[in-house]
């Protein structure tokens, strides 16, 4: 299989986790536009229940805007997703798409040059957040 995402596991407890992951991608750049609580979501929708874990839609403008310049319908792909999941009360799972993979989809021109830029970029960006996690 195919890896698609970049990963971490923290060993402290989900919620200081979520708001380390929030300190590191706004260090990194990243403004979060959207959060998806799925253990509420799922349990509201399918009265199921799973660990905690929400999905962080992580944008960093200038890297939006380049790609969407390149490539409008890159916009499907936006934001990149940051997933911080609970394994059990002290250790979190944190995974990030990783923008290398988005490039499957980039065209050998002038688009998917300035798309590789900002990808490897983005994937910079967001290898040191994740870094910074297991550091701190």
């Known amino acids: ?3 698609y995402t970049l990963k971490t596991t ?10 380390a992951v929030r300190a ?7 403004g979060i536009l959207t959060e998806i609580d799925l253990k509420a979501t799922l349990k509201a929708k399918l ?4 660990a905690p874990q929400v999905i962080l839609g992580a944008c960093r403008p200038e ?8 490539e409008p ?12 999941r609970a394994v059990d009360d002290t250790t979190t799972i944190v995974e990030a ?18 798309l590789r830029t900002v990808a ?14 297991e550091n701190n």
């Open 1 to 3: 299989m195919t890896q």
């Open 10 to 19: 923290v060993r402290r407890p989900y919620d200081e986790t979520v708001e």
């Open 24 to 30: 590191e991608l706004s260090a990194a750049g990243f």
């Open 47 to 50: 009265d199921v229940d799973v």
């Open 63 to 70: 890297l939006a805007h380049q790609a969407l310049q390149a």
């Open 73 to 84: 319908s890159i916009a499907a792909l936006l934001p990149c997703n940051v997933v911080v």
């Open 97 to 114: 798409f990783d923008a290398d993979a988005m490039m499957s989809f980039a065209a050998d021109d002038r688009a998917g040059d300035t």
């Open 120 to 133: 490897t970029h983005a994937r910079q960006r967001l290898t040191a957040a994740l870094a910074a996690l």
